[in-house]
């Protein structure tokens, strides 16, 4: 069982950063598929960001050149760091892991990821 605990949410103006935390109660550096999602109320969950086992990323198109993700192995830690935000972006934003790797298939929205965080909330004032 794989426990993973968000943090680093908050509110922002518009174009401000932040960077989002995650730690797994795991060993991330090649055993798990991790990513980042986000929901808004009355919106199907959306992937964001995902890094396989190899440290490919993967990125929704929304995000790319704005939002990073990375990994700490050592740690067993996920980031996500998110610059020039958007009101768009304001979600709450959940960390996930699955032994399997599914960039591609997440943001396609063809698989998901079995484990998650209880979400950490991200909202962005214009």
């Known amino acids: 069982q794989v426990q993973l605990v968000e943090s680093g949410g908050g509110s922002v103006q518009a174009g401000g950063s932040l960077r989002l935390s995650c730690t797994v109660s795991a060993d991330t550096s090649n055993t798990y598929c991790m990513g980042w999602s986000r929901q808004v109320p009355g919106k199907e969950r959306e992937g964001v960001a995902i890094i396989e086992k190899d440290g490919s990323t993967y990125y929704a198109d929304s995000v790319k050149g704005r939002f990073t993700i990375s990994k700490d192995g050592a740690k067993n830690i996920l980031y996500l760091e998110m610059n020039n935000l958007k009101p768009e972006d304001s979600a709450m934003y959940y960390c996930?892991?699955?032994?399997?790797?599914?960039?591609?298939?997440?943001?396609?929205?063809?698989?998901?990821?079995?484990?998650w965080g209880q979400g950490t909330q991200v909202t962005v004032s214009s």
């Open positions: 996930a892991a699955d032994r399997a790797d599914m960039g591609a298939l997440v943001l396609a929205g063809l698989a998901d990821f079995g484990y």
